[in-house]
């Protein structure tokens, strides 16, 4: 109990952990019960803590400029405009197919900042093994 009890209190310190804590009791139980007991106290345990995070965002008349708004507007703000996606199949002589070339290219910003970013993938030497 004091192991859980231990996971509790990290969870409700941090928001997360209590099965990186409470698996110390699967030194005591057996994984067929620890388990399925771990998943349930940590759901119960998110659970209650709902009533609270409900309570502390407050309505949606104070969510600007203290509260989630910007960052909900910022998460629409940004945008991919430009996605390119290109592939090159071979075949071996025993008729097998593989991917040979993957190239992507991405563009877009968040809020203000462009980004760029390009990909390449490669095989070679590609050979049936059985």
Request: include cysteine.
């Amino acid at each position: 109990m004091s192991i859980l009890g231990a996971s509790a209190i990290m969870s409700g310190l941090s928001g997360f952990g209590f099965s990186a804590i409470g698996a110390l009791c699967l030194c005591l139980l057996p994984p067929k019960l620890g388990v399925p007991l771990l998943m349930t106290l940590s759901a119960a345990n998110q659970l209650m803590s709902l009533g609270q995070l409900k309570a502390d965002m407050g309505s949606i008349g104070e969510w600007w400029p203290d509260g989630p708004a910007p960052y909900l507007l910022g998460g629409l703000v940004g945008a991919i405009w430009k996605f390119s996606y290109t592939f090159s199949r071979e075949r071996l002589p025993d008729g097998l197919w593989f991917t040979r070339d993957v190239d992507w290219h991405l563009e877009g910003r968040e809020v203000v900042l462009r980004r760029s970013v390009n990909y390449h993938e490669e095989k070679t030497g590609v050979r049936k093994i059985w």
